[in-house]
């Protein structure tokens, strides 16, 4: 990471002529023009047709994608990027977020409160089921920049306060944290807390790493179709799961 440089950006992306404009004006999203601004070396690489789509970046070697949501939209371009070139998709966690609400017929901004959801690196998950067929592929890399952001969503939900259901107006990055990258089936090990009895569940899994079960059945469904982990049997009616070691690895 390059904090330097990332706050160099921030500022210039959120600087005094966005102020004067107003939050949420620009064209781009906040999150996708700062991330694309700070992944690429130089701004003519940016926005280049490639094998007949644009790619957010493109060095003449390497393609790199900034997606915050919607994986399922990018199937089409991973067909045809991916036999050709190594693609890196980087998708922005929020790591703490400060929440505004935005009252539409007003324009009333509400004053930012902290939420108590942190980020992790497995809701990244949800995402990547949608395009799992092309997770195994060794030329698709994924990186997970982890940032401090404030948030501002839109008074229009169907709730009696509006909230439930409300739309997201935009994302301010406020700092970068760290920074996740996985590469190989090493970097989705590491993500397997040490401790954790073999064999596990997807119940416990998600219990150690603090996220919903739900989430952690989803997490290893995809890390078992890579071969990090494998099942070996049942425990009432969950699977249970155990750790790859390289030479199984390997013998897939």
Same mark, same amino acid.
């Given at each position: 990471?390059?904090?330097?440089?990332?706050?160099?950006?921030?500022?210039?992306?959120? =600087?005094? %002529?966005?102020?004067?404009? =107003?939050?949420?004006?620009?064209?781009?999203?906040?999150?996708?023009?700062? +991330?694309?601004?700070?992944?690429?070396?130089?701004?003519?690489?940016?926005?280049?047709?490639?094998?007949? #789509?644009?790619?957010?970046?493109?060095? =003449?070697?390497? &393609?790199?994608?900034?997606?915050? %949501?919607?994986?399922?939209?990018?199937?089409?371009?991973?067909?045809?990027?991916?036999?050709?070139?190594?693609?890196? *998709?980087?998708?922005?966690?929020?790591?703490?977020?400060?929440?505004?609400?935005?009252?539409?017929?007003?324009?009333?901004?509400?004053?930012?409160?902290?939420?108590?959801?942190?980020?992790?690196? #497995?809701?990244?998950? #949800?995402?990547?089921?949608? &395009?799992?067929?092309?997770?195994?592929?060794?030329?698709?890399?994924?990186?997970?920049?982890?940032?401090?952001?404030?948030?501002?969503? +839109? +008074?229009?939900?169907?709730?009696?306060?509006?909230?439930?259901?409300?739309?997201?107006?935009?994302?301010?990055?406020?700092?970068?944290?760290?920074? *996740?990258?996985?590469?190989?089936? %090493?970097?989705?090990?590491?993500?397997?807390?040490?401790?954790?009895?073999?064999?596990?569940?997807?119940?416990?899994?998600?219990?150690?790493?603090? *996220?919903?079960?739900?989430?952690?059945?989803?997490?290893?469904?995809?890390?078992?179709?890579?071969?990090?982990?494998?099942?070996? =049997?049942?425990?009432?009616?969950?699977? %249970?799961?155990?750790?790859?070691?390289?030479?199984?690895?390997?013998?897939?």
């Amino acid at each position: 990471m390059d904090q330097e440089r990332f706050e160099r950006i921030r500022k210039e992306i959120t =600087g005094t %002529a966005r102020c004067r404009s =107003g939050i949420g004006t620009l064209k781009e999203k906040t999150v996708h023009a700062l +991330l694309k601004d700070y992944y690429a070396p130089d701004k003519e690489m940016q926005e280049i047709r490639v094998e007949g #789509y644009v790619a957010d970046i493109f060095t =003449g070697s390497e &393609i790199i994608e900034i997606q915050t %949501a919607g994986f399922d939209k990018m199937r089409d371009k991973l067909e045809r990027f991916l036999p050709e070139y190594p693609v890196t *998709i980087v998708y922005p966690i929020p790591e703490i977020k400060w929440i505004s609400w935005i009252d539409e017929q007003t324009g009333e901004c509400s004053p930012p409160r902290k939420s108590p959801v942190r980020g992790t690196v #497995y809701h990244a998950f #949800y995402e990547l089921y949608k &395009i799992k067929p092309y997770l195994a592929d060794p030329n698709l890399r994924l990186c997970f920049p982890f940032l401090n952001m404030e948030e501002y969503r +839109l +008074l229009n939900g169907w709730s009696r306060d509006r909230k439930r259901g409300s739309a997201r107006y935009d994302r301010i990055p406020v700092a970068l944290t760290r920074e *996740i990258r996985l590469e190989s089936a %090493a970097d989705y090990r590491k993500l397997i807390p040490e401790g954790l009895s073999e064999p596990f569940t997807s119940a416990e899994f998600a219990g150690a790493v603090k *996220i919903h079960k739900k989430d952690g059945g989803r997490v290893l469904h995809i890390m078992n179709y890579l071969g990090v982990v494998c099942r070996c =049997g049942k425990r009432g009616r969950s699977y %249970a799961y155990r750790v790859q070691n390289q030479k199984e690895e390997q013998e897939r």
